[in-house]
C-alpha cells in the first residue's frame, strides 16, 4: 500500500507563506536542497494543489534545459520532469503531458485508490490540498527555516489535532531543522 508524505519548507513559525503569499524565506541551501532531491527521488509521483502546480510546474521543467544553475538545482530539475505529477484543481482546463488533472472532488477518491494500488510514497504539496486530504496523509516532513513571518499560510490546517511520532530529524549548519513524523497509533 502507497504511502503520502506532505512536505514543504516552513517559517519556524508554522507557515508555509508570509502573510503577503510570498515565499522568499524558504529558499534552502544547497544542503537541504540535497535532501529534498533526495526526497523527491523517492517519489513514485507529486500530488499538488493548483497554486503549488503553477508556482513548481514552469520553474522546474524551465530549469532542466539551463546550464547555469547550479548542480543541485539542476539535479531537482531532472527527477521533477522524471516523476508523474498530479494536479487537483476545478480551474485549470488543461496540463501537459506527463501531468494528470484530477477535479478536487474526485481527489479523496484519486488519492485512495493511488495508496490502493502502488506501493510507493506519494509527496503532496500545498496546504490546501494536504487539509482536504489529512486524512489520507501517513508522514509528514518539514524543512524549518530560521525565519519567521508573523503570519500567512500555515503548514498544518487551523483548528485540527494530530498525534505523530518524529521519525527523523536533520539540522544543517544554515541553521535549518528537518523533521519528519509519522502519525502516532
Known sequence: MGRILYSA???LDGYIEDPDGGIDFSAPDDEAHRLAN???REAAAFLFGRRTYEAMERPWTAAAGRDDLPEVEKEFARVYQETPRYVFSDTLTRVPEGVRLVRSD???AEVTRLKQQTDG???LGGACLA???LDL???FALFVMPATVGGGKPFFPVGRRLRLRRTEHR???SGVVYLRYERAS
Do not use: K
Open 9 to 11: 519548507m516552513v517559517s
Open 38 to 40: 533526495e526526497q523527491a
Open 106 to 108: 474526485e481527489a479523496v
Open 121 to 123: 510514497r506519494f509527496d
Open 131 to 133: 487539509a482536504s486530504l
Open 137 to 139: 496523509v501517513d508522514e
Open 171 to 173: 539540522c544543517f549548519a
